[in-house]
């Protein structure tokens, strides 16, 4: 799935990405694994805003449930630098027959600050998110 619409918010607790930027998958088998890979480029209203991105499996964390996965920064007061993010996480779902969605959430450092996904450089960029299957 591909998102490039730039997602925004103050929020210091996890929100969703964006409805679009997330992937079902239905394992085949319990013993199967699956492999999400995930990527986004990311900016903040301040040079001292910070971006925690992470992945969930439904409602489920599987990151940090303080830093996520991932933490990017900016140039101290260049609102316009961006961090490239790139999510990668082996998960043992140990269901099958059931879809389960993968999905980005991310969130800001600090409610004064402005954090962003899908923004590079002063445009909207292009993130994506992949699930693959992976048998035992």
Sequence with gaps: ????TSRSTTSTSFVTASNTLSVNITPSSTSNKI????QSNTNSSSGAGYQYITLFRD???LGDSSNGM???SNVT?????????SLKFLDSPNTS?????YQVYFRSNSASYTARINRGGGTDTVASII???IGA
């Design 1 to 4: 799935a591909t998102d490039s």
């Design 35 to 38: 492999l999400v890979l995930a």
């Design 59 to 61: 409602s489920t964390n």
């Design 70 to 72: 991932n933490v990017a």
């Design 77 to 85: 007061g260049v609102q316009t630098s961006y961090t490239p993010v």
């Design 97 to 101: 027959g059931s879809a389960i969605t």
């Design 131 to 133: 699930a693959m299957e």
